[in-house]
């Protein structure tokens, strides 16, 4: 059978890429044409994105891509972290550098917006976990800080969306990536009138919502010249990584809660997928979300610290002058004594801290833990960490759904940590299997594909997943260790 190309452009907060999707109608391959560092760009004290050279990367990725795949490729279309957003004028004119969620003037904005309205029906509005680094709180500070740029913004657009834009002129936000934004009503499926009103930031500049696989037209024609690759279709995908990560999860279970995911990366995003959103007052108390996936699911879950720790304590450990890549952090952590010092990993002082490593010895003393010292003790604390913290955010998600979670499937970069995978499975006390490494990307091209007519339902996208990628499983051991381990946790750990 003749084989279609469908290329994802997938951003992460680390680094992107440029991937083609080679589907042969039953299973499919990836292959990266193109990848590029990201990052956070220090600018006068606050914490941007690049997103001009990020633009400049994509065209080089789809050069190189259409070189390669010519006439197979049949369209392309972006991922994205969440929440981030750029603002246009009138005009098309960028509004300022945009921001990383992670800059600090939202620091205190949630105590401030939650005064304005109430967390209850800010939560009834939008079923979204409250984190400052929401889009909803990201405006609230433009607002304060510079409403004059705020008062000539005349499009709202998240990060994939302003590449969408970029490279066939769309100005839509794409559904997955909306649920993000703790604007947008789950119930209406619109942005939410009421929230914008009350919190008085301009309606007008929030266009239309589309559902992921909407093909948004053909590639600019300056584009195509540039990158010599034909006019293809550009289709949004699920914008939100996490929600093509999720989409592309090897499982035969779906439309069931008895299974759990981690899409593991800078975040791990731990939960269920679920056919409506749940806003109850446990759902609110627990403080966990509601975002938008395909064919209308949503994924309760909770944004955990994530691989960010480690990815944070390596780059202290290169300021001290030592480079360490991550198997050998992960066998540094393999060889350190097991439980020596546990932590809160999702205290606030971890989401932005200059330095990862202080950070960390100053939880630990303020709590009483032995301080880690050693690379190999830091990061086995802080992998220990997450996977107790794992295990509190799925019995959580149980009570809310009344179903048990048989199986955490693992997906993303971070499942490349086979010592973490382990600990999560011995932490929960049920297998793990591990993999896609690569699932945003499948995600991603397996939408395409599906916009394009060659595949049919999420179960089937998932077969074909299943049968494209080599998987590994993790059976739980050692359970008495990790009992007495979470009682200590849970001693630490309140709430
Ligand atoms: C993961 C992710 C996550 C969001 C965060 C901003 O990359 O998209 O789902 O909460 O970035």
Request: proline letters at 4%; one cysteine or more; charged letters at 20%.
């Amino acid at each position: 059978m003749a084989e279609n190309v469908y290329l994802a452009i997938d951003l992460g907060a680390e680094s992107g890429r440029v991937i083609a999707g080679i589907y042969n109608g039953e299973t499919i391959r990836l292959e990266e044409m193109h990848r590029f560092p990201n990052g956070p760009v220090n600018v006068a004290g606050t914490r941007r994105w690049d997103l001009i050279g990020l633009w400049r990367e994509i065209q080089e990725g789809l050069r190189v891509a259409g070189q390669q795949y010519g006439d197979q490729i049949v369209s392309c279309g972006v991922d994205s972290w969440g929440v981030d957003y750029v603002l246009l004028t009138e005009k098309d004119e960028l509004i300022g550098q945009p921001y990383n969620y992670r800059d600090s003037r939202t620091d205190g904005i949630l105590e401030h917006a939650t005064t304005r309205v109430p967390r209850h029906e800010i939560f009834a509005e939008t079923g979204l976990q409250f984190m400052q680094i929401n889009s909803l709180y990201q405006l609230i500070a433009m607002q304060l800080n510079d409403p004059e740029l705020l008062g000539i913004a005349d499009r709202f657009l998240m990060v994939a969306d302003f590449f969408h834009w970029l490279l066939c002129g769309s100005k839509v936000v794409e559904f997955t990536n909306a649920t993000t934004s703790q604007l947008y009503n789950p119930t209406n499926r619109d942005w939410s009138a009421e929230l914008l009103r009350r919190f008085e930031i301009p309606a007008k500049i929030f266009p239309q919502v589309v559902p992921p696989g909407t093909k948004l037209g053909a590639l600019r024609n300056d584009v195509s010249k540039q990158t010599g690759i034909s006019r293809i279709d550009v289709v949004a995908p699920a914008t939100h990584d996490t929600g093509a990560a999720v989409a592309a999860v090897p499982t035969d279970r779906t439309g069931k809660a008895n299974w759990a995911y981690i899409s593991s990366g800078t975040w791990s995003l731990i939960g269920v997928e679920v056919q409506d959103a749940i806003l109850s007052a446990e759902a609110l108390s627990q403080n966990v979300t509601n975002e938008g996936g395909i064919d209308g699911t949503y994924r309760l879950l909770k944004n955990v610290m994530g691989l960010w720790l480690v990815q944070e304590c390596r780059r202290s450990f290169e300021r001290q002058g030592k480079s360490i890549d991550y198997t050998q952090l992960t066998q540094l952590a393999t060889d350190a004594t097991p439980f020596r010092s546990i932590i809160d990993v999702d205290d606030a002082r971890f989401l932005g801290p200059d330095n990862m490593v202080a950070a960390i010895q100053e939880w630990c003393t303020e709590h009483n833990e032995p301080v880690p010292e050693t690379e190999g003790q830091l990061v086995r604390c802080a992998l220990e960490s997450l996977a107790l913290r794992y295990r509190t955010v799925l019995r959580g998600i149980e009570k809310l759904t009344g179903e048990t979670v048989e199986v955490i499937h693992i997906v993303g970069g971070g499942c490349k940590n086979t010592l973490l995978n382990q600990f999560t499975a011995d932490a929960c006390g049920v297998p793990v299997i591990a993999g896609p490494i690569e699932a945003t990307a499948l995600g991603n091209v397996l939408i395409q594909a599906r916009a394009a007519g060659e595949i049919g339902t999420l179960s089937e996208i998932r077969s074909v997943v299943k049968a494209s990628c080599e998987l590994e499983t993790f059976e739980p051991q050692n359970p008495a260790d990790w009992e007495a381990a979470l009682s200590r946790y849970q001693k630490l750990v309140k709430g």
